[in-house]
């Protein structure tokens, strides 16, 4: 069954500390893997995709790298702008586009 | 528009009614999605559309849900007979690609409580 697993659940970060946030994923044949950014109340708002392991990208604060089994969330030096969830998701090889979601990390950056 | 609008923001309804979710989705996108979520979790794939044809709708959970797009633009999601666990947040997302989902836009949600 394809699977995507986001740890940890919430995070606490002092403002200026940075962490990283996980997505461990299975399934049959990866297309491609999102990253997206969701403010209580609002849609997701797109961060990134990538596309084979090995590949990265950077916006501002924010690293996303991907190898075989997973996806890695880089923040560095956060600020409280960044609280926000970050969702992460699969688009598989074998369907229509649809992506295949986890259960986000929540996180929350204090002044 | 600028970005997807959906409709309404908010609905409430009794169990046994039914109810209809309206989204436009960004103006020249031909790929047109719907996700569930609930609250804690990562949205859940209900259907997609491509121009006015569901290319795909092995998320939707059981035939009192049905979805509809029959201008290739604006979409409506239909729930039957609605029952408690219905209640959730209803996302539509659009792209502008064939076939592949990069850079969809999602609105900001129908908030629906079956009361």
């Known amino acids: 069954e394809d699977q995507v697993t986001q740890s940890p659940e919430a995070l606490r970060l002092q403002e200026g500390e940075s962490s990283s946030l996980n997505c461990s994923y299975t399934?049959?044949?990866?297309?491609?893997l999102f990253w997206y950014r969701q403010d209580p109340g609002k849609g997701p708002e797109f961060l990134f995709t990538l596309y084979s392991a090995g590949e990265e990208k950077e916006k501002e604060r924010l690293k996303a790298t991907l190898t075989k089994k997973e996806s890695f969330l880089h923040i560095t030096a956060p600020k409280p702008e960044d609280s926000a969830t970050y969702l992460c998701a699969v688009q598989l090889t074998s369907n229509t586009g649809k992506l295949i979601f986890g259960q986000g990390t929540t996180l929350q950056v204090k002044p | 528009g600028a970005g997807v609008s959906q409709t309404p923001s908010n609905k409430v309804t009794e169990k046994g009614k039914y109810v209809e979710l309206r989204c436009d989705p960004i103006?020249?996108?031909?790929?047109l999605y719907w996700y569930r979520q609930s609250l804690g979790q990562g949205p859940e794939f209900l259907i997609y559309?491509?121009?006015?044809?569901?290319?795909?709708d092995s998320g939707l959970p059981n035939d009192r849900f049905f979805a509809v797009r029959p201008e290739g633009s604006v979409s409506t999601l239909k729930i039957q007979r609605t029952e408690r666990g219905d209640s959730a947040v209803y996302l539509c997302?659009?792209?502008?690609?064939?076939?592949?989902?990069?850079?969809?836009?999602f609105g900001q949600g129908t908030r629906l409580t079956v009361v």
């Open positions: 399934v049959s044949g990866l297309r491609g």
């Open positions: 103006s020249g996108h031909t790929a």
């Open positions: 559309f491509q121009g006015t044809g569901a290319a795909d």
């Open positions: 997302a659009s792209s502008n690609s064939r076939t592949v989902n990069t850079e969809a836009f």
